[in-house]
């Protein structure tokens, strides 16, 4: 069955300082990732995804993350916080099998909090 | 091009009142999801469409029901509120369908109804 864990419910960064939002996933074969970005009272905007090309995926506004199977993560990186990235962050797992196939299981949310 | 669309963006109900919730998407997308969002939950799917006139359940279905209207559409309903149903409910769409289903098919949200059940 498909996972994902994001292990800080809350994380804290001085604006220029970096970022890191971090994710663990379970999957029983080669995971599609995702992470997706909520601005307060808005929808969910897709920051970017890994389906098994480069391990080092950029996405949008200098995010990046880093598929590392051996550790079973996915995590979000920014080197240098804006305080506009104030925001939830959802890792995602997409489904692979069967009736799972396509299906997006989302972690619990990483609330981002960036001080002036 | 507006993408996904919902109405309404808020709404109040009483206990054991009927809602549709509404959904439309514009990028000709085979494939259509509901989901509802709680606190410290993430999102969880309720019901997904993989192409029109066919529907699925998804996670937590129980208490609503769905309608794929046409390509563009898919209506979420509650057929008697209750307070348990109180969420942010966020419409989705994503390019494949039931015939090339992919798990790197990204999906994108509408802005999300707020629903209140008191």
């Known amino acids: 069955a498909q996972s994902v864990t994001q292990l800080d419910s809350h994380v804290s960064v001085s604006e220029g300082t970096p970022v890191l939002l971090r994710c663990n996933y379970s999957?029983?074969?080669?995971?599609?990732l995702f992470w997706y970005v909520q601005h307060p009272n808005k929808g969910l905007q897709l920051l970017l995804k890994?389906?098994?090309?480069?391990?080092l995926v950029k996405g949008i506004n200098g995010f990046e993350a880093e598929f590392k199977k051996s550790e079973t993560s996915f995590h979000l990186t920014k080197p240098s916080a804006h305080m506009s990235d104030a925001a939830e962050y959802f890792c995602?797992?997409?489904?692979?099998?069967?009736?799972?196939?396509?299906?997006?299981?989302f972690g619990r949310g990483t609330q981002l909090t960036v001080w002036p | 091009n507006a993408g996904v669309t919902q109405t309404p963006k808020f709404q109040v109900l009483k206990t054991g009142q009927s809602m549709t919730l509404q959904c439309a998407q514009d990028?000709?997308?085979?494939?259509m999801y509901w989901y509802r969002q709680d606190p410290g939950m993430g999102l969880r799917l309720i019901y997904y469409?993989?192409?029109?006139?066919?529907?699925d359940k998804g996670e937590v279905p129980n208490g609503y029901n769905v309608s794929r209207l046409n390509k563009r559409e898919f209506s979420l309903r509650l057929e008697s509120a209750a307070p348990s149903q109180t969420s942010v409910y966020f419409c989705?769409?994503?390019?494949?369908?039931?015939?090339?289903?992919?798990?790197?098919?990204?999906?994108?949200f509408g802005p999300g109804t707020r629903l209140t059940v008191l």
């Open positions: 989705a769409s994503s390019q494949k369908g039931t015939s090339g289903f992919s798990s790197t098919d990204t999906q994108y």
């Open positions: 999957s029983s074969y080669s995971p599609s």
């Open positions: 890994y389906t098994s090309a480069a391990t």
């Open positions: 995602v797992v997409s489904g692979d099998r069967g009736s799972t196939l396509g299906r997006l299981y």
């Open positions: 990028m000709n997308h085979n494939s």
């Open positions: 469409s993989a192409s029109e006139g066919t529907t």
